[in-house]
């Protein structure tokens, strides 16, 4: 096990969440089921207790912790994608089945976590010395939901 490994809480439905977060990334799949040695607070015997899991080769955990607990944009997970294709598979993906569109990029997923579904390009524009087209593509960014890496660029440019 990775020394520093985030853990996800679910009250009991980690193992669905995590068979569908696999699906989501290359290089992520379920590297073990922990299962309920006995009923519990978690679940009754058989049912999954923690999971071992990687998202884009990163470790992770899920834990069935039997109580539902509060989610907030305080964790979430940023997901840079290379091209207008990849942004829209995640936010589609992901606002399926009772996800929701925040704004800037941000979408909330059918279990409540957050995720940021940034393109590669935008924090090179954000960057930019020149300020006033960093100010731009902020400006347009602030007015998105879903990021459109053609409007940002045209933002960028002036346009």
């Keep these: 096990m990775d020394k520093l490994t985030p ?6 439905e980690a193992e669905e969440a ?11 799949d379920i590297v073990h089921v922990m299962r ?3 009923d519990g607070p978690s679940g009754k015997a058989g049912t999954a207790l923690l999971i071992k899991f990687t998202l884009g080769s990163r470790p992770f955990l899920a834990l069935n912790g039997g109580v539902p607990t509060e989610r907030s944009h305080s964790f979430s997970f940023s997901v840079s994608c290379d091209d207008q294709a990849e942004v829209d598979r995640l936010w589609s993906r992901l606002t399926e089945n009772g996800g929701a569109e925040v704004q800037c990029g941000w979408v909330t997923d059918r279990y409540g976590y957050s995720w940021q579904i940034v393109p590669e390009v935008l924090p090179v524009m ?3 010395p020149d300020r006033e087209k960093a100010g731009r593509v902020m400006q347009a960014m602030m007015g998105m939901v879903k ?3 053609a409007a940002l660029k045209r933002a960028y440019d002036g346009g």
Excluded: E, G, K
Excluded at 18 to 28: A, K, M
């Design 147 to 149: 990021l459109d890496i």
């Design 18 to 28: 995590v068979q569908f977060y696999v699906t989501l990334l290359p290089d992520s």
């Design 126 to 128: 954000l960057a930019d």
């Design 7 to 12: 853990c996800l809480w679910f009250a009991t």
């Design 36 to 38: 309920n040695p006995m």
